[in-house]
């Protein structure tokens, strides 16, 4: 059984930086996109940043391009987000997923498997 743990998830203040993790256990982590997603309170889950197993390509939303970094080690079947210059709008539960089909990575029907998420909370 596919399953997908988030880590690394707190309260830091504006400007800061933080780095989740997402470790994966039950698939063949190198052939799967993995991607991170956000939802704030009151609002519908959003696209962060995938990475694609096979080729490596990496994509991110514009309002986290510059400051996050998505990042893997298939070795250990994990998968980074660094976060830096964080600002109050990330406060966020952020999720990975993994998917091993699929061709708009930014959309979050094509995955298959999530984590539980991991809080995220910036203060201004």
């Known amino acids: 059984q596919a399953q997908l743990v988030e880590s690394g998830g707190g309260l830091v203040q504006a400007g800061g930086s933080l780095r989740l993790s997402c470790a994966a256990s039950g698939v063949t982590f190198s052939i799967h996109t993995m991607g991170w997603f956000r939802q704030a309170p009151g609002k519908d889950r959003e696209f962060v940043s995938f990475?694609?197993?096979?080729?490596?390509?990496?994509d991110y939303s514009d309002s986290v391009k510059g400051r996050f970094t998505i990042s893997r080690d298939n070795a250990k079947s994990t998968v980074y987000l660094q976060m830096n210059s964080l600002k109050p709008e990330d406060t966020a539960v952020y999720y990975c997923?993994?998917?091993?089909?699929?061709?708009?990575?930014?959309?979050?029907?094509?995955?298959?498997?999530w984590g539980q998420g991991t809080q995220v909370t910036v203060s201004s």
């Open positions: 990475i694609v197993g096979s080729s490596g390509r990496r």
């Open positions: 997923a993994a998917t091993r089909s699929g061709l708009v990575f930014k959309d979050l029907r094509v995955y298959n498997y």
